[in-house]
């Protein structure tokens, strides 16, 4: 099974900041690569999927990158609304696997 | 538009079997898959297994030998049965479906149902 490692666990920022949340396969996956946000409470939404592609209706200070086994999701300027628990998730092979999770908390 | 809707009892005693139903709407079952993806209270997301559009199933290798999924496309139902059930199956049940893009896997869920395991 691939094992995806996320960092950090938590990470605290102030509104307006650039946040940068990672991701890391234990072996390529081509970029098979999807970003959720799940809000308490809530199920998780859909950001990012293949990387860098964003999702219907997701505001565009959410950014994703990376290629290989390393992958970010960026934040350009955090706004309250944006405290979550953001999980990565590989599709590139079976099992389909998720990431522990970032709580993404404001200062 | 596309909702999936989860159903089944809030509560399971150890060693028996759980049976949960999502109820689809929005989209055919033959033509695009429903999968499902658990939570345990506090914790990570695991994906559990998923039925395609032709019926075929796929399953995480750590709950093939207790899970199995299937449907009923006439009433737009899928179906998640797993048996021998541990107070570590605990969690919030989520059932999940794709996109209409290559790669958006789980562009839309139902809201989930809780799963407690206790005698």
């Known amino acids: 099974d691939i094992q995806m490692t996320q960092s950090p666990s938590v990470l605290s920022a102030s509104v307006g900041d650039r946040v940068t949340l990672n991701c890391k396969a234990s072996?390529?996956?081509?970029?098979?690569l999807n970003w959720y946000q799940q809000k308490l409470g809530e199920a998780p939404k859909l950001l990012i999927y293949n990387t860098n592609n964003l999702q219907t209706g997701i505001p565009s200070r959410f950014s994703g990158s990376g290629s290989g086994t390393d992958y970010t999701l960026t934040i350009s300027s955090l706004q309250p609304e944006d405290v979550a628990t953001y999980f990565c998730?590989?599709?590139?092979?079976?099992?389909?696997?998720f990431g522990s999770g970032t709580k993404l908390e404001i200062k | 538009q596309v909702q999936l809707k989860e159903s089944g009892p809030g509560l399971v005693q150890p060693s028996q079997t759980l049976s949960l139903t999502c109820t689809v709407s929005g989209f055919s079952l033959t033509s695009y898959d429903v999968h499902w993806v658990r939570q345990p209270p506090g914790k990570g997301l695991e994906w559990m297994g998923g039925i395609w559009g032709d019926g075929s199933t796929a399953y995480n290798s750590a709950l093939k030998s207790r899970l199995s999924i299937s449907r009923d496309t006439s009433k737009s139902q899928v179906f998640l049965k797993m048996n021998s059930l541990q107070t570590e199956d605990t969690a919030i049940y989520f059932c999940?479906?794709?996109?209409?893009?290559?790669?958006?896997?789980?562009?839309?869920w139902g809201q989930g149902t809780l799963v407690t395991v206790s005698s």
């Open positions: 999940t479906t794709r996109g209409l893009r290559a790669g958006d896997w789980f562009a839309y």
């Open positions: 998730f590989q599709h590139n092979s079976w099992p389909l696997t």
């Open positions: 072996q390529n996956i081509n970029k098979y």
